[in-house]
């Protein structure tokens, strides 16, 4: 019997230039130096959603016509979340400033007042969620343009479609490139973690599809599809201006994907600086 070898690709010199999470769906995030990394993603990454009491549905910027200010709240852990531990309690940060905690029990009534909308902070539950998507009708690189789409969230998640989300210097600095005078900068595209490839070229993580990575000598990410991008990319975000050509661009110099989508297959913490093989 023949005993076939998985081809290890060596990426020179690949480490984790940094992590993100993101406690409540669709607000600004947190910069991480380290974080367990579960079967459901970066440890309480998406723990939080704002849900629409008059549709059921998760608030969310990929519909910026009926939530046009997500990215102006932010969202963070009062401390560390820890394996096995309840989470502590979320801070959220108002557009104005103002704060609540997700413990607060005037929470969902100062949410409300600041969206406009009857809302709930919630978390994940074993019932189907659903998100709306907006296509704006003058990307006409896209299919229906000017339409909204309804998709359903991993069940008991907050997520698009899988628990990590990977991009490259290499795929951002490509589409710096393409777009020089666009803002290319991470936060607009949401990752949970940058991989820092300092030789690479292009669009290196579309190869990268069904192969595994090992970081640090332990975890494993399956990489399961190129992240198709979306309205979320153009949107402006703190001192990042509103940039349709972000989105033009991804279409077409990429067929409209952005990065990688992955799963994890063994668990463990993962910190900047860890290295990274491709299997």
């Not at 704002?50 to 910026?64: F, H, R, T």
């Not at 009534?109 to 189907?128: I, W, Y």
């Not at 409209?256 to 290295?275: D, L």
Request: with cysteine; charged share 25%; net charge positive.
């Amino acid at each position: 019997m023949t005993i076939k070898r998985r081809r290890v690709i060596k990426v020179t010199s690949a480490t984790i230039a940094s992590l993100w999470r993101y406690p409540v769906k669709s607000m600004m995030g947190e910069e991480l130096n380290a974080c367990d990394l579960t079967e459901k993603g970066l440890l309480g990454d998406r723990a939080f959603g704002v849900i629409d009491l008059s549709s059921g549905k998760l608030a969310n910027a990929k519909n910026p016509l009926k939530w046009p200010n997500m990215f102006q709240y932010r969202a963070s852990f009062t401390e560390p979340p820890e394996l096995s531990k309840p989470f502590p309690p979320v801070r959220i940060t108002f557009p104005d400033g103002q704060t609540t905690l997700s413990t607060d029990e005037a929470q969902n009534e100062k949410l409300t007042e600041s969206f406009g909308r009857t809302v709930q902070l919630a978390t994940p539950s074993s019932h189907d969620i659903q998100f709306e998507g907006y296509i704006p009708e003058d990307m006409k690189e896209l299919g229906n343009p000017g339409t909204i789409f309804t998709r359903n969230s991993p069940q008991e998640t907050f997520f698009d479609i899988a628990m990590v989300h990977i991009i490259t210097t290499s795929t951002i600095d490509t589409l710096r490139k393409y777009i020089p005078e666009s803002r290319i900068e991470p936060r607009r595209f949401r990752p949970n973690i940058i991989i820092h490839l300092p030789d690479a070229e292009g669009f290196v993580e579309n190869d990268w599809v069904g192969k595994v990575l090992t970081i640090g000598g332990h975890v494993q990410l399956k990489i399961l599809q190129p992240t198709p991008r979306c309205v979320m990319t153009t949107l402006a975000q703190g001192d990042l201006p509103k940039d349709p050509n972000v989105l033009k661009s991804i279409v077409k110099n990429n067929a409209g994907s952005f990065g990688v989508y992955a799963s994890v297959v063994k668990n463990g913490e993962i910190r900047t600086g860890n290295s990274i093989h491709i299997h």
